[in-house]
Nanobody, 123 residues
Framework: QVQLVESGGGLVQAGGSLRLSCAAS????????MGWFRQAPGKEREFVVA?????YYADSVAGRFTISRDNAKNTVYLQMNSLKPEDTAVYYC???????????????????WGQGTQVTVVS
């Protein structure tokens, strides 16, 4: 019922910033829990950040990444600052129905996923 499309990925130098966008169609996102996940080459997909009643961060990005919403545009953003080479990954936007699952950092609790956008951070 929800289609998600990420954009904004690209190549950035370490210490720089990048903003990813997740545009939704089909349903409005305001009632969904929204999360960002990432998958580096050869690694499992991992939780990055999510927004529900509050904002939850992975320890690896706390203080550097921020999630935000623009309900008028039905879009969720991931602002990434102080980027590190280890942030290099494909980043995925995901939507979770409230009440379906408890943990916001568990990817199987999310019903809808975008196709991903590549972020590459170089020294």
């Amino acid at each position: 019922q929800v289609q998600l499309v990420e954009s904004g990925g690209g190549l950035v130098q370490a210490g720089g910033s990048l903003r990813l966008s997740c545009a939704a169609s089909g349903r409005t996102l305001s009632s969904y829990i929204m999360g960002w996940f990432r998958q580096a080459p050869g690694k499992e997909r991992e939780f990055v950040v999510a927004t529900a009643d509050t904002i939850y961060y992975a320890d690896s990005v706390a203080g550097r990444f921020t999630i935000s919403r623009d309900n008028a545009k039905n879009t969720v953003y991931l602002q990434m600052n102080s980027l590190k080479p280890e942030d290099t990954a494909v980043y995925y936007c995901a939507a979770k129905r409230p009440g379906l699952g408890i943990r916001v950092d568990t990817q199987t609790n999310y019903a809808y996923w975008g196709q991903g956008t590549q972020v590459t951070v170089v020294s």
